[in-house]
């Protein structure tokens, strides 16, 4: 399970690692990004997506909302490579799409991780205490 909250920085154009804590929780070498809702962006273990896609995919494609669902998800889902230290690169359409710039929040999500400029996190999360009152 992916928990936590980590902070840094790119350590090359679109390069970041992945913190080792996270990093635990993926079997092999290689994670699965995509877009997430809230301009960040998701990361997967491979069989956590497949886990995730088979969800989104048992829901006919007659309903609108599962075309919509399905198009924001799959067409922007990419495989990423870690390298020895964890670090990989972030294709530059999910950096635009998420707002990233030179520091990124990496957050633990469950079955995922996100992430987040430094900035949008930080203003979702006054969004959310807004919402549902402070958390610990």
């Not at 886990?51 to 995919?57: C, M, N």
């Not at 870690?82 to 990989?88: P, S």
Request: net charge positive; charged share 30%.
């Amino acid at each position: 399970m992916f928990l936590g909250t980590y902070q840094t920085k790119f350590t090359g154009i679109g390069r970041v690692i992945l913190p080792n804590n996270l990093r635990k929780e993926i079997f092999g070498n290689s994670v699965i990004l995509s877009r997430g809702f809230e301009n960040c962006i998701w990361g997967f273990d491979k069989k956590d997506f497949e886990k995730e896609a088979k969800k989104t995919l048992e829901v006919s494609a007659t309903e609108e909302r599962a075309r919509f669902l399905r198009r924001f998800v799959f067409a922007s889902a990419m495989p990423a490579e870690l390298d020895n230290q964890g670090r990989f690169v972030i294709p530059s359409a999910l950096l635009t799409y998420a707002k990233l710039k030179r520091e990124v929040v990496i957050i633990g999500a469950g079955d995922r991780f996100e992430i987040w400029d430094k900035e949008n996190w930080q203003k979702h999360l006054r969004e959310v205490e807004k919402l549902y009152g402070r958390f610990p």
